[in-house]
Nanobody, 117 residues
Framework: QVQLVESGGGLVQPGGSLRLSCAAS????????MGWHRQAPGKPRELVAS???????NYADSVKGRFTISRDNAKSTVYLQMNSLKPEDTAVYYC???????????WGQGTQVTVSS
């Protein structure tokens, strides 16, 4: 069983920055790919960024150059550094460990990010 606990959300002005953290419990964190998704009101959940066990990264076009995903395997934590935030980044952000290697998939409870002046 894996638990994912997000933190770091909040209210920020346009152009500001936030860093989200996702702390994972359970074994095998270091071999798992991890991802950050977001869901704005009335919209489907979308993948924002992902990182492989080897720290290769992938980003949605809408956040390229502004967001950075990283991981610290010693702390079983994945991060999302968000810079130059825009009002359209407002959403609930979810940490995800997709199913792989016969391991189950898991979601965190989500953390609210609001970008507004």
């Amino acid at each position: 069983q894996v638990q994912l606990v997000e933190s770091g959300g909040g209210l920020v002005q346009p152009g500001g920055s936030l860093r989200l953290s996702c702390a994972a419990s359970g074994a095998f964190f270091s071999i798992r790919a991890m991802g950050w998704h977001r869901q704005a009101p009335g919209k489907p959940r979308e993948l924002v960024a992902s990182i492989t066990s080897g720290s290769s990264t992938n980003y949605a076009d809408s956040v390229k150059g502004r967001f950075t995903i990283s991981r610290d395997n010693a702390k079983s934590t994945v991060y999302l550094q968000m810079n130059s935030l825009k009002p359209e980044d407002t959403a609930v952000y979810y940490c995800n460990a997709p199913p792989q290697y016969g391991l189950g998939g898991y979601w965190g409870q989500g953390t609210q990010v609001t970008v507004s002046s």
